[in-house]
């Protein structure tokens, strides 16, 4: 199994659609997850942490499922420009992030 | 807001050549880092730097690799035989905390580097 694994998509949705995608990853351990955003042929940039009580920000929403070992994140009223991978962070007990291969999202018109 | 900054942004080097990446993190972070992207391909790491040593290391990072922080501002990645496949994207990082938790990652735009 491995270390963090995401549905590599493309998800095409129409703008203004709610999108959801999980991130499991493999270490019980693990103490920290993030969602980061990557456009194309730009560096990652954070989206957001995600915290055991789940957190919203605007119209992005993550959260973390102990027991079953994935995060979520959820995205309302997408835009055109959520049009983006989206890369789910965990850290793998140590100072190493363990990184997944991220998510295709296109919102179309 | 406080930026990771690299140089060059593009690098294009011949096969066996010596390259030096170089970035400037964030002042007053304390953990530093390099990550690749090959093309289409995930993010990999690559090695983590605090206290002045390496704390971690992955399998890509062999002897043809190697990190400094020459003074108290800049951090570099050589690569001292390149070979084609290293061409990739390369991104720098910093964190304030150690990346587990207490503060993510703050990334540089990256160096594109081409071997031909």
């Known amino acids: 199994r491995k270390e963090v694994e995401q549905d590599p998509g493309p998800f095409n949705v129409p703008e203004g659609a709610t999108v959801a995608f999980n991130c499991t990853y493999s270490?019980?351990?693990?103490?920290?997850f993030f969602w980061y955003r990557q456009d194309c042929r730009k560096e990652p940039k954070l989206l957001m942490s995600?915290?055991?009580?789940?957190n919203e920000d605007g119209r992005f929403t993550a959260q973390l499922n102990r027991a079953s070992q994935y995060i979520s994140l959820l995205i309302r009223d997408s835009k055109l420009s959520d049009s983006a991978t989206y890369l789910c962070?965990?850290?793998?007990?140590?100072?190493?992030?363990?990184w997944g291969a991220g998510t295709k999202l296109i919102i179309k018109p | 807001e406080p930026e990771v900054t690299q140089t060059p942004s593009h690098q294009v080097t011949q096969m066996g050549q010596e390259v030096i990446l170089r970035c400037v993190p964030i002042?007053?972070?304390?953990?530093f880092y390099w990550y690749r992207q090959i093309l289409g391909q995930k993010v990999e790491f690559l090695v983590s730097?605090?206290?002045?040593?390496?704390?971690?290391k992955s399998e890509i990072f062999d002897d043809q690799f190697s990190v400094e922080r020459p003074d108290g501002s800049n951090f570099t990645l050589k690569i001292r035989s390149t070979k084609l496949e290293d061409s990739a994207m390369y991104f720098c990082?910093?964190?304030?905390?150690?990346?587990?938790?207490?503060?993510?990652?703050?990334f540089g735009n990256g160096t594109r580097l081409t071997v031909t």
């Open positions: 730097f605090y206290n002045n040593e390496i704390s971690e």
């Open positions: 995600v915290y055991s009580s789940g």
């Open positions: 002042s007053n972070h304390l953990y």
């Open positions: 270490n019980s351990a693990s103490q920290s």
């Open positions: 962070v965990v850290n793998g007990g140590n100072y190493q992030l363990i």
């Open positions: 990082a910093s964190s304030d905390a150690g990346g587990t938790g207490v503060s993510p990652l703050h």
